[in-house]
């Protein structure tokens, strides 16, 4: 079993950057595949980023392309978001995901989830 602890969402004005990290108590970290989801009010879940056990691939959804930055510290057991140039429309409720590294990460599909961490961008 995996716990994951998402936080640093926040209120931003458009333009602006956050970073939300999350925490997770897998023994064997670097064996996981650690995603971002989101999710709008009215809206269905979106597959965000995601990166790979080592670090080595990374995914990214059309829409952050060039404006975030997925990162782990296996160290630390810790992934991160880094969320530039903030737009209006990035505002959700930001999900962490963990899994097995055995799928592409294309891969919409994940057995982990945080509680997430709300990020709000006024525009």
């Known amino acids: 079993q995996v716990q994951l602890v998402d936080s640093g969402g926040g209120l931003v004005q458009a333009g602006g950057s956050l970073r939300l990290s999350c925490a997770a108590s897998?023994?064997?970290?670097?064996?996981?595949?650690m995603g971002w989801f989101r999710q709008a009010p009215g809206n269905g879940r979106e597959y965000v980023a995601a990166?790979?056990?080592?670090?080595?691939?990374?995914y990214y959804t059309d829409s952050v392309k060039g404006r975030f930055t997925i990162s782990r510290d296996n160290a630390k057991n810790t992934v991160y978001l880094q969320m530039n140039s903030l737009k209006h429309e990035d505002t959700a409720r930001y999900y962490c995901?963990?899994?097995?590294?055995?799928?592409?990460?294309?891969?919409?599909?994940?057995?982990?989830w945080g509680r997430g961490t709300q990020v709000t961008v006024s525009s």
């Open positions: 897998a023994r064997t970290f670097s064996t996981y595949v």
């Open positions: 995901t963990a899994r097995r590294d055995l799928l592409s990460l294309r891969t919409p599909q994940y057995d982990y």
């Open positions: 990166i790979s056990g080592s670090g080595g691939s990374i």
